[in-house]
């Protein structure tokens, strides 16, 4: 009887899960490896909707741009400001549709199309037991002494580096050629992406590198080491926000929305922290992981909307390139 | 008995490949971009470092080749295969290891300071001129090392029975033989340089030391702009064929005839100075690639510990597409080993992976899901781009044998497949062992088109070591990055050290 | 009858003609100063070169655009007769299989006495390198007699060895295109050699194969080509 009803049970089981809906959704790269979000996501959300959630990891916004309306994404996961200009003009997504009251995030969001779940800020990360005295604003780490030796992303390959320069602009202004130049011979090396660069600065190459205010939480959590820390720059530090989006074409628009609206459950968000090493952006102070607690946050943050970014990157990618290129 | 058919096949197939891709961006674009103001500065510094870096990497071959060709000592084969290494690592992981020798930090200066000199600086021109001889080095020695051992032993005892002074010896064996391999192996490495991207940026030390594939990627990953991307990689590949023209034109001399089988013995060099010249010459190539090797697996040796289960599942992803990359470029490659089939097959690294990789995208989106592809496509583009290294190591012999046996062949009425199974591939035994561990270790280090394909169920070791690397797990992505060197050496010495066992070397 | 019609041949400033019959069953010594044409002259014959003009018969049957190995004719090179990483039983097999399949037992059995007959029974287990010149030629001899083609071109095969084992290997040859039946065309540079094998003799100089000339009356009364040829001005 029992052998009879598990052999009935797995018919069903087979059956359901052959008619069991799929969430598709096309994530960043690191979203996906195990040691990213990726997996925790899928099991939280697959244990709300009795559904299959199918993460399809690589090049997020060029995949989507290359495949319009036929693509079978139903989320987007992992886009950030950068892009969302160009991905807006496709009109390929459609409204989230979620209350943005939760939202804790040091500027103002208003944006009905793109959602937050994650936000860091650009910031140095030295090492305190390597570099006793590191500069404490922008100006004095132009002013530094040349063998302070730091490694950043290229601009015109990494999101981050975008970002560096991005912030030059928002601090330099009609300077940021002159602030770059200033702070060529400091640069050790511009790497192709953030992974190249952080690992140059572990192996001990360089004294400090561009990362994210967040960097330190994942030393002190997962490796018990409060000796790397992140430099607040009275100057500002520039914000970097992760985004998701509904893709209008869908064909599972309830799962889609239902996936967005688990973005800013607290749920969700004391996840996100540790699983990608980022803020919540919605979850106060208080409810932040231990660790994070710890962090030391920026006293201003600098933030071009995507307008405005968009208007001034290649002037700010051609003063890094001048700049750098004496 | 040559099946010209099939070369025209596999040409074709070639052509196809590089083209179509780039076609199917160009209808997606709507037409040629433009070339922005940085471009003509990327494209001169392209030009610049792949010229100085081939003609470094084959200039230094040629002492470490002569060297390794008449030395007998223990250890040598597996030197031999070691020496290999450095060409197949992932550009990451060989780029850590550079730098934790030559870096700010690195042996090197950490020995200058210690002797109170003054450091020096990786980061420039050099450096990127530098790594890239750590790279193609190996290649270009053992492209080198096989045009010594192609010289039958007829002609040394010749020239031991001549008492040939080492200059005479250099006119009549070796500078034929280097006008034979040597503008070949430089024009390879040339091309491998042009599309160099993460490597020249880093070493290079910033935008100055911009390529054009950066600007290819800047333009499909940042701009989106198709036109622009098409533009450069029609440059790339045009400068990448001219490359190959003119070694085409500059490659003759004969072959050396055929010899029977016998250990080449040599007379030469046994003098004092020559000995020590050529110990020199292998303790200093050795040095200066297996050290930074020697860290990659130190580096790597604690990370071991932590790979999870996908790393373990990548790796045997990798070795599947390896074994099918494999398989596949061998069979392209005999049929287009003649002088014509190695120009066209310069194409496969020529043209921008990344274009590659979205015009293949492009071109399968309206049939099947380009996602269930992601293996097939990359092992299909593994092939591709392994198939200029696996031409220019079986086409001087594959000449050979055609010239030797040919007549006889023909006299004989051989049947196409007798030719093939008899004597073609038995007679290019050591070159087809050789070409196949190059290729699987490129497919298995290859980074390939997968990007735009990636699959999370099938991720191969190289995507691995970057998205650990990703989510700050350095000393795993150490891990993973050994675990990719011995895959990888492992592949090439098996097939390499399959091709050499018992062919009389 | 081989029948050379009316054949020309030609690559820059080279230029070959021939007009000649040479009977089946006769041993002929292809004789002339180097660079002559003498190899140009076999290589036609053998399928290797195609004439510009002309035509090649067999017994009436026109071959001239058949593929070498659709001719009557088995050919010993210079160099490079036998395959050197294959033993000599997959050398001679091929004689008899050009697919490189397996050989019958009755096709092995074959293949061992052309091997004894040529005096290397015993040996098909080794490879060329493991032989002596002399005993390569004969296995490459051994290989023509299982082609058991009616015509042997031998372009100087035996050029490298002794005097003495050049000897014995002609009278091999001797032996073996008796045995077949052969027409053997004998490329030569000595003529000793022509004297001592050749019924008939070919003279190719200035530009043109001569019609075939009994080998005594030849050398009795030397043409100007062949006496500038020999070093003698005068008979």
């Not at chain 1, 660790?291 to 001034?312: C, I, M, N, R």
């Not at chain 2, 007829?154 to 008492?163: K, P, Q």
């Amino acid at each position: 009887m029992k052998a009879i009803s598990f052999a009935a049970g797995c018919l069903f089981a087979s059956t359901a899960l052959a008619q069991e809906t799929v969430l598709t959704v096309y994530a960043g790269d690191y979203v996906v490896s195990e040691w990213g979000p990726g997996p925790k996501i899928e099991e939280m959300f697959e244990a709300r909707c009795g559904c299959d959630l199918q993460f399809k990891p690589g090049d997020l916004l060029p995949r989507l741009l290359l495949e319009g309306g036929k693509t079978e994404a139903d989320v987007v996961f992992g886009l950030n400001t950068d892009v969302t200009k160009k991905a807006r003009e496709s009109g390929l997504f459609a409204p989230h549709g979620v209350d943005l009251s939760p939202l804790t995030l040091p500027i103002d969001w208003t944006d009905d199309t793109f959602l937050p779940y994650n936000y860091g800020e650009t910031a140095f990360i030295y090492d305190s037991a390597r570099l006793a005295e590191p500069p404490q604003s922008f100006a004095a780490l132009l002013d530094a002494p040349d063998d302070l030796k730091i490694v950043i992303q290229d601009p015109r390959s990494s999101i981050s580096g975008l970002a560096m320069a991005l912030w030059v602009e928002a601090v330099y202004g009609d300077k940021a050629e002159d602030a770059w130049r200033k702070l060529a011979p400091k640069i050790l090396t511009v790497t192709k992406g953030w992974s190249e660069s952080y690992g140059l600065f572990t192996d001990g190459e360089a004294d400090m590198v561009l990362s994210y205010t967040t960097s330190p939480a994942y030393h002190i959590i997962a490796e018990d080491d409060h000796a790397k820390k992140a430099l607040i720059f009275p100057e500002g530090n520039y914000f970097m926000v992760e985004l998701a989006a509904k893709v209008a074409t869908s064909d599972q628009p309830e799962l889609a929305q239902q996936f967005m609206d688990f973005l800013l459950t607290p749920e969700f968000q004391k996840m996100i922290a540790t699983g990608n090493w980022s803020f919540p952006a919605a979850l106060p102070h208080d409810r932040w992981p231990e660790g994070f607690k710890e962090l030391q946050l920026p006293t201003k943050v600098l933030f071009y909307s995507e307008d405005e970014a968009a208007a001034l990157r290649d002037e700010a990618i051609e003063a890094w390139r001048r700049g750098l290129s004496q | 008995m040559a099946p010209r058919p099939l070369a025209v096949i596999a040409a074709l197939a070639v052509a196809g490949l590089v083209l179509g891709p780039v076609a199917a961006v160009l209808a997606r674009a709507g037409g040629w971009g433009t070339l922005g103001p940085g471009d003509w500065q990327a494209l001169r510094f392209t030009l610049v470092q792949s010229l100085l870096s081939a003609f470094f990497s084959v200039l230094l071959a040629i002492p470490v080749a002569r060297a390794l060709a008449r030395r007998r000592f223990p250890g040598r084969g597996l030197l031999i295969s070691l020496l290999g290494a450095p060409f197949i690592l992932p550009t990451i992981v060989a780029v850590l290891g550079l730098i934790a020798v030559f870096g700010q930090n690195g042996m090197v200066n950490g020995g200058l300071r210690a002797l109170g000199l003054p450091g020096f600086s990786i980061y420039g021109l050099h450096g990127v001129v530098l790594a890239h001889v750590f790279f193609n080095l190996p290649l270009a020695t053992r492209l080198l090392l096989q045009g010594w051992l192609a010289i039958p032993a007829e002609r040394f005892r010749l020239a031991a029975s001549l008492g040939l002074s080492p200059r005479a010896m250099r006119r009549t064996l070796e500078r034929p033989m280097l006008l034979r391999i040597a503008p070949g192996a430089f024009a390879v490495i040339f091309v491998i340089c042009l599309s160099s991207f993460a490597v020249a940026l880093t070493l290079g030390g910033g935008p100055r030391a911009t390529t054009v594939e950066l600007a290819i990627y800047q333009a499909v990953r940042f701009d989106f702009d198709l036109g622009r991307a098409a533009l450069l990689s029609m440059i790339q590949l045009g400068l990448a064929l001219a490359a190959g023209l003119l070694a085409l034109r500059l490659g003759t001399g004969d072959g050396f005839g055929a010899g029977l089988d016998r250990v080449v013995t040599r007379w030469d060099g046994r003098a004092g100075l020559p000995r020590v010249m050529d110990g020199a010459w292998i303790a200093l190539a050795a040095l200066f690639l297996l050290t930074p090797l020697a860290m990659v697996v130190a580096r790597g040796l604690p990370g071991l510990a932590h790979l999870g289960a996908g790393s373990w599942e990548a790796a045997w992803n990798s070795l599947t597409v390896a074994l099918a990359s494999t398989i596949l470029c061998l069979a392209w490659a005999l049929p287009l080993s003649s002088r014509w089939g190695e120009w066209v097959g310069l194409a496969g690294i020529a043209v921008s992976p990344l274009v590659l990789g979205t015009g293949l995208f492009l071109i399968v989106r309206p049939y099947a899901n380009p996602l269930a592809l992601a293996l097939p496509v990359t092992t299909l583009v593994n092939a591709l781009v392994a198939l200029p290294f696996a031409l220019r190591i079986l086409r001087p012999e594959a000449e050979a044998v055609r010239s030797e046996f040919r007549r006889l062949s023909l006299a004989l009425g051989l049947t196409p497949a007798a030719w093939v199974r008899l004597v073609l591939l038995p007679r290019l035994r050591r070159p087809l062992g050789f070409a196949a561990g190059l290729t699987a270790a490129l497919s298995i280090g290859d980074l390939g088109v997968i990007a735009l394909f990636a699959d999370p169920e099938r991720a191969t070791l190289p995507l691995q070591v970057y998205r650990l690397m990703g989510s700050y797990q350095m000393e795993a992505a150490a891990g993973a990055a050994l675990l990719l060197l011995i895959f990888s050496f492992g592949a090439f010495w098996l097939c390499d050290r399959g091709g050499r066992a018992h062919a009389d070397t | 009858m081989l029948t050379l019609e009316k054949l020309t041949y030609g690559v820059g400033d080279y230029r070959l003609a021939a007009d000649l019959a040479l009977p089946p069953g006769q041993r002929v010594a292809v004789i002339g100063p180097s660079g002559a044409g003498k190899s140009t002259l076999l290589d036609l014959v053998a399928g290797f070169l195609t004439p510009a003009t002309g035509r090649i018969l067999w017994q009436g049957r026109d071959i001239t655009a058949s593929p070498p190995n659709q001719r009557p004719v088995a050919m010993l090179f210079q160099e490079n007769n036998l395959f050197p990483h294959l033993d000599l039983a997959r050398n001679l097999g091929l004689a008899l299989r050009p697919g490189g399949g397996r050989l019958t037992a009755e096709e092995a059995r074959k293949v061992e006495e052309a091997l004894a007959r040529v005096g290397l029974g015993g040996m098909s287990a080794r490879k060329p390198g493991a032989l002596s010149g002399g005993q390569q030629s004969r296995a490459a001899l051994a290989r023509v007699l299982l082609q058991a083609r009616p015509i042997l071109a031998l372009d100087e095969p035996f050029a490298a060895l002794g005097p003495a084992l050049k000897m014995q290997m002609l009278d091999l040859v001797t032996e073996v295109a008796a045995e077949l039946g052969a027409l053997v065309l004998l490329v030569s540079h000595d003529p000793q050699d022509a004297r001592r094998f050749a019924q008939q003799t070919v003279l190719v100089a200035e530009g043109q194969a001569q019609p075939p000339v009994a080998t005594e009356n030849l050398f009795d009364s030397p043409p100007a080509a062949l006496r500038a040829y020999l070093g003698q001005e005068r008979p």
